[in-house]
């Protein structure tokens, strides 16, 4: 069973920063494309970033690009979100998920993810 653990979430202001990690158990987590989702308050879950199997390629929503950056270290079995710039909308519940299948680059649709973290709040005040 994979599980994956979520941390590095708080209360930032505007333009702040912050580190999100995204650590992960099995001994396979180099073989999965992972990505970044998020969920505000009423809102439906949105595609953040992804980053393929070996780390090689990354996508980023429109909305994070030039602000955020994905990236893997798969020594430690770990995804990373740095988050730069931040504004009161990027504020929500932050996930990390693992590629349903092997192999991939950048899926960004939720259900091509089978396992997801418990996710962790990030707040940005205006």
């Known amino acids: 069973q994979v599980q994956l653990v979520e941390s590095g979430g708080g209360l930032v202001q505007t333009g702040g920063s912050l580190r999100l990690s995204c650590a992960a158990s099995?001994?396979?987590?180099?073989?999965?494309?992972m990505a970044w989702f998020r969920q505000a308050p009423g809102k439906e879950r949105e595609f953040v970033a992804a980053i393929s199997y070996n780390g090689g390629t990354t996508y980023y929503a429109d909305s994070v690009k030039g602000r955020f950056t994905i990236s893997k270290d798969n020594a430690k079995n770990t995804m990373y979100l740095h988050m730069n710039s931040l504004k009161p909308e990027d504020t929500a519940v932050y996930y990390c998920?693992?590629?349903?299948?092997?192999?991939?680059?950048?899926?960004?649709?939720?259900?091509?993810?089978?396992?997801w973290g418990q996710g962790t709040q990030v707040t940005v005040s205006s």
């Open positions: 998920a693992r590629d349903r299948y092997t192999w991939r680059r950048t899926p960004m649709t939720p259900d091509e993810y089978d396992y």
């Open positions: 099995g001994r396979t987590f180099s073989n999965f494309a």
